[in-house]
């Protein structure tokens, strides 16, 4: 399947997605995230926050989670920088967070996180495959951001869905995933 094809279809799947499978979904995520990833070497994690129209996982579960039990941890979020892709700020609290045009929940304004020093980045994804390439918006911005991170990095994709086989037209700017966490299991590549 072809990366047009994936977005067209597993969007649809999301949006099929009952309020209470989403709910569900998102519970499994965020416990499995915590039950299979090991937190203690890491001391900032960047995430995403999630698009409520188009029923991205619920990472506020997560951000929450992590606020309560990993105090030390501190937290990153990205904010689009227009052509330029995106721009990291530490979390500071929900006032500092708004919906942009596009639904995006971004920070206005904060201490700017250096992309050198996350340590762990929860990445968005419509699909992933077997391999650990993932499927976004298209936009790449992502792949970017992921290139600017050190090396050893984790990259950790969400997903309420199982991998696909292959994603057909993957090319050299794609970033591979390190894990993908699914309602069900903890993927590594």
Not at 81 to 91: D, S
Not at 162 to 174: A, F, R, V, W, Y
Request: aromatic share 10%.
């Amino acid at each position: 399947m072809n990366k047009k094809e994936i977005r067209s279809n597993y969007l649809k799947l999301r949006l099929a997605l009952s309020d209470l499978e989403y709910q569900e979904l998102n519970k499994k995520l965020c416990t499995l995230f915590f039950s299979s990833i090991d937190l203690s070497g890491i001391t900032v994690i960047h995430l995403f926050l999630p698009i409520v129209s188009k029923k991205e996982p619920d990472t506020w579960l997560i951000l929450d989670r992590l606020q309560q039990d990993f105090p030390r941890v501190r937290i990153s979020i990205p904010k689009m920088n227009g052509e330029n892709g995106l721009i990291h700020f530490y979390f500071e609290g929900r006032n500092q967070i708004k919906i942009n045009a596009w639904g995006i929940p971004e920070p206005q304004s904060g201490e700017i996180t250096p992309p050198g020093k996350i340590d762990l980045v929860i990445v968005p994804l419509l699909a992933f495959d077997q391999n650990g390439n993932r499927t976004g918006y298209g936009k790449g911005f992502y792949d970017i951001f992921l290139k600017q991170c050190r090396k050893d990095c984790k990259k950790i994709g969400l997903s309420f869905f199982d991998p696909i086989d292959e994603i057909s037209d993957i090319n050299l700017n794609d970033v591979i995933l390190t894990h993908c966490i699914t309602p069900k299991k903890n993927y590594t590549f």
